[in-house]
């Protein structure tokens, strides 16, 4: 079972505008992650936030976290045709990772 | 630094085949785990370890086999191919403990027919 879970599943804005993905895990956990996946790629490392952390900045990158309501939610500021890609939330307990269904992102230029 | 390196890129077998896809870091990191990821889904963890000579299982590791004899190489084998294990697999590595994010190789895209 996952224990993170995206939404939207799908999301389609336009260049310059801002992207918002909702993340919701179901267990205590020590950090959450941010992934990018371009299509037929690996994943890519964005941003970890740990679990006595509220907020965290990487660039155009705003992540929240809320360990009351277990959520994270990652901001995509100005975004870009570039940054088009699945977005994926992961969840650390020590030792083992576990990823959400992803978020699809289409930025159309 | 090359990373994550996996191989194959792509491997089309037969059901009941056996065959070893490769992992190898440059990194020095203790943490190598396998994830399967099948079409519109997120990754399941197969296998990890947290180091030379330690292995365990993951969410789902039936049909598949680990070890870890360096620290730079981790192999995950298919022991008699089933079409249900035709999957992208992706290899990541990492420092032990917490607070690191993952390393992920470019994935072997694997056909079982």
């Known amino acids: 079972s996952q224990q993170g879970e995206e939404d939207p599943q799908a999301l389609s804005i336009q260049e310059g505008e801002n992207a918002t993905m909702n993340c919701s895990y179901k267990t205590s956990i020590n950090n959450l992650q941010w992934y990018r996946q371009n299509s037929g790629r690996g994943l890519v490392h964005l941003i970890l936030i740990r679990s006595n952390e509220r907020e965290k900045h990487s660039g155009r990158l705003r992540v929240t976290l809320d360990t009351s309501k277990k959520s994270s939610s990652l901001l995509i500021t100005a975004s870009r045709a570039a940054d088009t890609a699945s977005y994926f939330c992961a969840t650390d307990k020590g030792n083992m990772l576990t990823f959400g269904g992803g978020t699809r992102l289409m930025v159309k230029p | 630094n090359a990373g994550v390196t996996q191989t194959p890129k792509f491997q089309v077998l037969k059901t009941g085949q056996s065959m070893t896809l490769q992992c190898a870091q440059d990194?020095?990191?203790?943490?190598m785990s396998w994830y399967r990821q099948d079409p519109g889904m997120g990754l399941r963890l197969i296998h990890y370890s947290v180091g030379a000579g330690i292995t365990d299982q993951g969410e789902v590791p039936n049909g598949y086999n680990v070890s870890r004899s360096t620290t730079e190489d981790f192999p995950l084998r298919l022991l008699s191919a089933a079409p249900s294990q035709t999957s992208v697999y992706f290899c990541?590595?990492?420092?032990?403990?917490?607070?690191?994010?993952?390393?992920f190789g470019s994935g072997t895209r694997l056909t079982v027919v």
């Open positions: 990194m020095n990191h203790e943490y």
């Open positions: 990541a590595s990492s420092y032990h403990g917490q607070n690191y994010g993952y390393t």
